[in-house]
């Protein structure tokens, strides 16, 4: 069992953002949930230029440990339709590593955001794999690029 990571959610101040000004942001979208395109919306605006990972989290153990290619196909399919169900201009998408950290490192290498979106499930919906992947996850900010978490339940 795992300690849920502390991740800030809309009541401490981390809520939808409209941003009407047609001035876009560069947004890194990092989900770790199959369908987070409903709660998403409200979090981005047509204007936005959006990169979306899925990280390879949602497999068994066994399956992380061999580096199964089917999960990083669903990744990629899951991360295809995420971009084309959400507001923006989807500059890209990928399967990411399992790591959240790291697959927010591999982004930004090639993706310049001025902010980052984490969609996860509740602690207590996560798989052991998912688990371990948003432990290292980074909390407020990652190269200086702040980070948000959106909490979605399946």
Excluded at 25 to 46: F, G, I, K, M, Y
Aim: charged share 25%; proline share 7%; no cysteine.
């Amino acid at each position: 069992m795992s300690v849920e990571p502390q991740r800030p959610n809309a009541a401490v101040g981390y809520g939808p953002r409209r941003y009407g000004s047609g001035v876009g942001r560069n947004v890194l979208v990092v989900s770790t949930v199959e369908h987070p395109e409903a709660v998403l919306r409200a979090h981005l605006d047509e204007a936005d230029t959006i990169k979306v990972v899925v990280p390879v989290v949602r497999q068994g153990v066994l399956d992380w440990l061999a580096n199964d290619e089917k999960a990083f196909d669903e990744a990629q399919r899951v991360a295809e339709r995420t971009a084309e169900q959400l507001p923006g201009e989807a500059a890209d998408t990928a399967a990411g590593e399992a790591d959240v950290r790291l697959a927010v490192e591999d982004a930004l290498a090639t993706f310049p955001a001025d902010e980052i979106i984490v969609a996860v499930r509740p602690g207590d919906e996560e798989g052991p794999v998912e688990s371990a992947a948003t432990d290292a996850a980074p909390r407020h900010a990652i190269g200086g690029v702040p980070v948000r978490y959106v909490v979605i339940r399946d």
